[in-house]
C-alpha cells in the first residue's frame, strides 16, 4: 500500500494532452457549463434526490455533473416491522465496497486471507441470548470507481468503472485487472490466486447462502466452505481502477433501489434485513459533484483552482489538479500556530464533492428510520492501527485506531525505504500526512469524510460503526467487530 502514485495523481500529461472534461468515464462530453446542485430537502422526513436516467447498459445511473439519482422512496410509515415478517429477522445483505486503485495490492491481499474466517463468523453469529441465528445472507461486492475525468484516459480498454454495479465474475477470469497502469506497472496476482484456484461464482450478482444452501456454481468439493471460495474469488477488485476513490458514491449507487439487482424476486438489498457496508480504501473520499474543479485547462481560474496544491518548489503557482484536490475540497483543517499540526480536521461541503447529507440522509432517514432498517458500518481506513478492544461484544476498538488519529502535513520520518519523493511531493499528491503507516503494508491517507459517515450510524448506546487501520497486516480484529454488532442486531426467526 506504500502511496508512490505516478499514473493518477501525478497528472502533468494531461496538460500535455489538453484533456478535456468527460462524463465519468463514459463517451459523452459532460455540460460543464450546465452544473446543478442535488437537491436533499426535508432530511428529517425523507429524501429527495433528482435527475434523469442515464440508459447506459439498461441501468439507471447518474452523471453527478448534471445531478443526482432519482430514488423512488415510499412514504414514511413509522408501524414498519424490523424485520419485516417473523421469518425475516435473521436476514443480512453485506455490502463490501472496496478499493482498486493502484496502491491496493496489500490490502486486497490480507482482505481475502481474511474471508474464510469472515464467512465462519458469519456462519455462526448467535444472538445476545447465544442461541444460533443462521442468518440468511447477501454478499455484493463492488469497487469505488465511480469513474473521474481525470481517469479516463489512463484506463485499459477492456475497462469499465463499475459504478457501483455488482462484481460477480471470479479475479481467475480477470486476472488482467492485478496489473496496473503506467510504463512499468505492478503486478500483484497474489490478491487473487491466494485464495482463488477456480471459477467459483454466485449463479446471481451476489452470493446467498444460509446454512447449507448456497448459490455458488464451481465450488471445489474439497476446498472447504463454497461460500469462502466464491468470496475469495469474486472479492478481490484488481489494481486498476481510478485513483479518485469515490466509496460513498458507489456505496449509495450500489443501493439503489432501482437498479435491476435490487429488483424482482431475489434483490440484494431486502426489506427487513440488516445491512452491513464494508468499506475499504487507502485514501480521500472523492464522490464529485462538479468536475470544473479538476479540470487541467481551469489551471489559471483561482475559482477552480482554489483546491489544488501549489507545484513543489514554486509557491503560488497551480500547475494542475492531483489526489489532493479530494481532500482539500472536502475537509477543511485549522493550524493555528503553523506547526504542521492541525488541531481539527473536519468535513465540510464545499460545493465540490457530493455533500455527506447525501449519504447519511439515505442511510438514516430513509433504511434507518423510515424502513426501520439497522444499518452498521465497517471502515477499514487510513487511521492509526488499534491497540485496544472491547474484551465484550461488540468488541469496537476502544483505543488508538480513529481516537489517535493526528492530522498533519508530510515530514521526512514519513518517507518508506525505496521511497524517492520528498515530503513537499507528497503533499502535492496528497494534501495531508499519512493517517497509518507501517513498514511492510505501507501507508493510508485518512477518510473523514467516509469516518464522519459510519460514525453518524451510532446511536447513544448502540454502537453501528466500527473504524478500523488498513496498515494492519490482519483484518481479523475487524472481522470480529463487525460480527460483534451483528450480534446484537440480527435475532432468531419466530
Known sequence: MTIQRSHLQRLTVLSVLGLALFGCGDDNKADTDNVTTNQMTGIAGGLTLTSGPDETEGMTSVNPTTGGMKFDLPPDDSSASSCGTDSACNLLDVLFVIDNSGTMGEEQTNLAANFPYLIDKLRNVTDENEKP?????????????????????????????????????????????????????????????????????????????????????????????????????????????????????????????????????????????????????????????????????????????????????????????????????????VDANADGIYESCMSEDKGVLQPLSRYIGYLKTNLVQQKKKDVIMLGILGVPKVTEHN???????????????????????????????????????????????????GQAIPNTRVIDVCQSLNEDDKVRCCIESICDDDFSDAINC?????????EVPG
Open 133 to 333: 441465528v443462521n442468518a440468511n445472507i447477501n454478499i455484493m461486492v463492488t469497487t469505488t470507481d465511480f469513474g473521474h475525468p481525470l481517469c479516463s484516459p489512463f484506463e485499459k480498454p477492456d475497462y469499465d468503472p463499475a459504478k457501483g454495479a455488482p462484481i460477480n465474475t471470479a479475479c481467475v477470469d480477470r486476472i488482467g485487472r492485478f496489473t496496473g497502469l503506467g510504463a512499468n506497472p505492478v503486478q500483484v496476482e497474489q490478491a487473487c490466486n491466494n485464495g482463488c484456484k477456480g471459477s467459483v461464482v454466485p449463479s446471481d450478482p451476489f452470493i446467498n447462502f444460509q446454512l447449507d444452501q448456497d448459490n455458488i456454481l464451481n465450488a471445489d468439493p474439497n476446498g472447504g466452505d463454497p461460500v469462502a471460495q466464491a468470496l475469495s474469488c469474486i472479492g478481490p477488485q484488481g489494481i486498476d481502477g481510478c485513483g479518485m476513490e469515490a466509496p460513498l458514491e458507489t456505496m449509495l449507487q450500489a443501493l439503489d433501489p432501482n437498479k435491476p439487482w435490487n429488483q424482482g424476486n431475489k434483490p440484494f438489498l431486502r426489506d427487513g434485513a440488516v445491512l452491513a457496508i464494508v468499506v475499504l480504501t487507502d485514501e480521500a473520499e472523492c464522490s464529485v459533484k462538479d468536475y470544473k474543479y479538476f479540470d487541467p485547462q481551469l489551471a489559471s481560474d483561482p475559482m477552480f483552482n482554489q483546491y489544488w496544491e501549489d507545484t513543489p518548489g514554486q509557491p503560488g503557482v497551480k500547475d494542475e489538479p492531483t489526489s489532493a484536490t479530494c481532500f482539500n475540497a472536502g475537509v477543511s483543517c
Open 391 to 441: 474484551p465484550e461484544p461488540p468488541f469496537e476498538p476502544t483505543a488508538g485506531g480513529v481516537l489517535d488519529l493526528v492530522y498533519r502535513v508530510w515530514n521526512q520520518g514519513d518517507i518508506l525505504p525505496g521511497d524517492t519523493d520528498s515530503p513537499a511531493q507528497k503533499e502535492y499528491d496528497f494534501g495531508i500526512g499519512p493517517g497509518c503507516t507501517d513498514a511492510a503494508t
Open 482 to 490: 463487525l460480527a460483534g454488532i451483528l450480534r446484537e442486531t440480527l
